[in-house]
Every structure is written in C-alpha cells, then in structure tokens.
C-alpha cells in the first residue's frame, strides 16, 4: 500500500548524479529530421545560406543537408528528455565534431557514455563528461561531441523540484 501523503514520483525526472558513473552508457531514441525543422531552424538563427533554403542548391554536401548546429541542438533535446531533464543545470562546456552531412529524411539518435565525474564541494552537485556519438537511420557516425554539464543530485524535498 502507498502512502496517500506522499506525492507520487514525476514522470520525465532526469537522473541525479548519483545514479551516473563513469563508463555507463545510454542511447537516446530515434528522430527523423524533417522539412520543417531545417526551415524553422534556419530561420530563427538567420543561417539563410541558399544550402540550406534553396532545394535546387547543387552544394558539395548532396541535397538538403542541415546545419550541424540543428543535428545537434535536436539530440541535445533527446538527451534533456531522457536523462537530464530537472537534474542538468547547465552546459559547461562542448566539442563537436560534424563527420558527415545530415539531411532532411535523415533519421538521427546518439549513444552516450559518462566519461567524468566530479561532485562539486557544495550544494549537492556534480560537474558530469559525455562522449556522445551521433548516427543516422544505416549507423554511420555523422557527428561526434563531448559535453561537460553541472548535474543536481538527489532531491530532499518537493520544493527544491520546482
């Protein structure tokens, strides 16, 4: 029996830091790369190049390639929703490396694994390294990046979630 007092856990909750350790992996889900988010994403940042907006563009990268910052801002995303929504507080720091050109109709998901962890000397906190490798829909490596993030740690109370 559950105690009615007691709220009941949230839904989406990423982790704390103290379920991560150096070597766990995580793969995120899968995203097809749609016609709308090339032209949203391009329009909001004004990366108006005739690459990206103009179909009949003959670029060096085949037709309707993305920008690397949209292939990455879309699994950054998939991985708030599943492993640091609530629980990442920041971006520290990243490196990114585009290995292959993503397009629209492109399928995309990334693999995860933690390499670094540091609690941080107050506030409950630990500092948290990501290699992340980014495939499409026939496993090719497009993208490659590491990420420092701040991660909370375990929550004492239902104030401190909100």
């Given amino acids: ?29 899968r995203r097809t790369v749609t016609e709308a988010d090339l032209i949203g994403f391009v ?15 003959p670029g060096a990268l085949g037709p309707r390639p993305v ?46 694994e933690i390499t670094g962890l540091r609690p941080t000397s107050s506030g409950g906190r630990a500092v948290v390294d990501c290699a992340v490798t980014v495939r499409n829909q026939h496993a090719t490596i497009v993208m490659e990046y590491t990420v420092r993030r701040l991660f909370a740690g375990r929550v004492m109370d239902e104030d401190s979630v909100r």
Avoid: K, Y
Avoid at 2 to 26: I, N, Y
Avoid at 43 to 57: K, Q, S
Avoid at 75 to 94: C, D, H, N, Q, W
């Fill in 67 to 112: 920008p690397a910052a949209l292939t990455h801002a879309l699994i950054e995303g998939l991985v708030l929703g599943g492993m640091a929504r609530g629980t990442g507080l920041a971006l520290l720091e990243s490196h990114l490396r585009a290995l292959s050109p993503v397009r629209v109709g492109d399928t995309i998901w990334a693999e995860l």
């Fill in 43 to 57: 329009t909001l940042t004004g990366m108006l190049e005739p690459l990206f907006i103009d179909a009949t563009e």
């Fill in 1 to 29: 029996m559950t105690d009615r007092a007691a709220p009941p856990p949230l839904l989406g909750q990423g982790m704390p830091w103290q379920e991560l350790s150096v070597g766990r992996r995580f793969r995120t889900f």
